[in-house]
């Protein structure tokens, strides 16, 4: 009798904490996925600099300006770029985060009409 309500007990501790794990499991996908793009983006724009930086230093070993100002606008024109497709990225990214968390809800609401049917 007392494993049964051992059981029962467990059981239902299960059933509570169902939703919460759900969410954590949403959490910690979702999480996973920004921290692999942002270390993506870090080696992007690190190598982006280091090329940027050794395209101005022969610029400015050469001694022409001019190239040295073409470099700097193009890099600039080339952050601006990255700038607004890592906006649009992270925004995709919020919106899947957000559509993952609605679904959550959803099933759990789902979950509790059919315990109560």
Do not use: H
């Not at 920004?34 to 982006?48: A, P």
């Amino acid at each position: 009798m007392f494993q049964d309500w051992i059981r029962q007990a467990n059981s239902q501790q299960q059933d509570l904490l169902k939703p919460l794990a759900q969410i954590n499991s949403v959490l910690l996908d979702n999480m996973a996925k920004l921290s692999q793009y942002q270390l993506e983006t870090v080696g992007t724009y690190t190598q982006s600099q280091i090329e940027y930086a050794k395209k101005l230093n022969d610029a400015n070993a050469k001694g022409d300006s001019a190239l040295a100002g073409q470099v700097q606008m193009s890099q600039m024109a080339d952050l601006n770029k990255r700038f607004m497709q890592d906006c649009k990225t992270l925004l995709e990214l919020s919106e899947a985060f957000r559509k993952d968390f609605n679904q959550v809800f959803a099933d759990i609401a789902k979950e509790k009409e059919e315990v109560k049917a």
